[in-house]
């Protein structure tokens, strides 16, 4: 057994070494008594210390169980007060949750009862107040709260029973006030000088007091608008009936009449009498050219005339204004009212824009009838086309200005008067272009080959009317760019996509209309100039005075207007086309032979046959030119500059004349070096090119 239990290693050792092992046992056996006696000794020496050691652990022990004891009675009180804790918890959660059900009932009644509650300051400023301020607006509108959340309940509960009557007395007694206040302001318009503007502000601060009359006394509301619907419609016409009235005395007192037409002879008409004719007034405004008048289009954003004002100037100046002058005025303070009377009715009824326009019709109707009907008598018995015209593009722009705002309810009153303007200026035209077609040539005592008065009076026109149509008016609304397209609410919403295609379809028509009537008087012009012209014998003499009418024609369209219209370019071919045909007239007269033997070559050369050789006949036609040209070309400037009183109009003929010749005889002289007319050495007598080159430069125009 001792072996087993020694170590491998010692045993291995003591074999190597050939020790007996009961021997090393045995000495084992008695080291270990030796230690054990050594070791008791020990504990014999530290009994003492082990002794006191002993003392202490037990002292320790006792101390732990001390603290076990404390330990477990206050695990004991911990989980008592765990419990105590949870059940605190629990008690705090459910007095929450009553708060929260008391705070919630609380909201509910309370807000119940402060909207079933009538408080003194409410009752007092209801039945108190005799106008309306914003402390009875404030109450008001209070009260439309209350009867709201009344109507909402149900009439089977105590607390709605019970003031329900209250509310009704209060109710009526605000919409007797209301209706009382706004149709004595409105009444107050009646008074002479009221400022209406001032008036209708006055409304617009107190609209939501209308508004409760609209939901709680909708006859009250509706009776409130009828007052004011009569009321200011017969302000209104009543205005404008005695504002026109008073303009129309300061214009002129002689105006145009069927016998100032075109076709009018110069002649002073006699009055009816004896020794007597027709006054020239100093004052009368221009009938066939357009002057100052144009400038109206500048001034359409200035104030309105003040009749008195105005008179007194009148008086002062002795001068008179033209009907387009007054028709600025009026028509500038039409649209202004109008469009503040369709917003207002928009903003103070509450209604949509098609309801406005209802509420515009009863208030303005009647007005915007006077204004027609005062416009429809002058201008259908009017004979002045320039002021028809003025009228019309003032008209244009006033509509196109309300229709940038949005407001379109002025569009059939605008439309009518458009149309009324144009029938007018197609009947002055027609009766004008009658006239023309009546003149008879035969009867008039002299023509000469000046341009005429009856066509300097038609292009003064038309050049006043398409000058007219060119011209670009004056911005009425400033802000015209910024609203156009923008959706501005309350009937501002400026023009729709369909708006913009009818207005330019509306303006197409309108061109169409007035191109029609200038192109039916242009042809009766026409014809008229032709008819006059065939009264000279010659037909040098028909061109000069065709020359010089187109000229005129062409020189009045150029200053007046861009020249772009199509009379002004067909004058201009026209004018041309004659001054080609005089050119050749006169180069004939003076260089005939030349241009006949070139015409003839040529027309050989393109039939591909021999041209006539006449030797002799060409030899007298080189000298005749030779000793002829200087001479040919002064007489050709002096008679342009006698026959042309257009010094321009004159040079430009000569020139034209001279740059022929000149193409002529350069043909001339290239035919002379071609067979069968070349000769060695050329022909004698032949003027050089550089030569004619040089006198032509003297005769050309130098501006």
Known sequence: FFLFEMDEEVLQRLLNEGLDLREYSKDVERNLEVVERSSIEDYVQEATHMAALHGQVKTCDGILQNMENMLSVFQSDLSEISGEIRSLQEKSLSMNQQLKNRQSIQGCLHGYVENLSLSGELVDAICSDQELTPGFEKSVMELHQKLVFVAQQNEEFVSVGDVQPELAKLKANATAKIKDAFVTKIHSARKPMSNLQNIQQHLLKFSSCFDFLLKHSRLSAQEVQKEFMDTFSKIHLSYYKTYIGRLMKLKFDQEPDKDDVLAASDAPQKKSGFFSSKPVLKNRSTTFSLGDRGTILEELNDPVLVPHAQDMKTINTKTKLTFERLFRSFMKSLVNTSVAEFLFAVEFFGVSTEKGEEVFNAV???????????????????????????????????????????????????????????????????????????????????????????????????????????????????????????????????????GKRVKAEEEADIMHTIDNVLASLAKDVEGLILRLAAEFPERKEQLIFLINNYDLMTSVYSERTSGSSIEAQTTLEMLKARVKDFSFIVLQNRFGGLFTFVRQVEAAFAKGTSPPQHEDALIRLIESFSTTWKDGIDEIDREAMINFPNFKNGRRIVEEALTQLVIVYEKFTTILKKAPFKRKGGWPGVVDMHLLMVEVRKHKASF
């Open 364 to 498: 303005m109707g009647r007005t915007l009838q006077l204004v027609y009907k005062h416009v429809e008598t002058h201008v259908m018995t009017s004979y002045d086309a320039i002021s028809v015209m003025l009228c019309l593009r003032i008209l244009l722009t006033y509509k196109d200005d309300i229709e940038v705002k949005g407001v379109h309810c002025m569009n059939g009153f605008m439309s009518k008067l458009t149309n009324l303007f144009l029938t007018a200026f197609k009947r002055i035209i027609d009766h004008n272009s009658e006239s023309i077609r009546n003149v008879d040539p035969e009867h008039i005592a002299r023509i000469d080959t000046r341009p005429h008065i009856i066509v300097r009076r038609y292009a003064e026109l038309s050049a006043a009317v398409l000058g007219l149509i060119e011209m670009k008016p004056a911005e009425v609304t400033k802000e015209k760019k910024k609203e156009k397209g923008k959706d501005g609410g309350d009937g501002k919403e400026g023009q729709t996509p369909q």
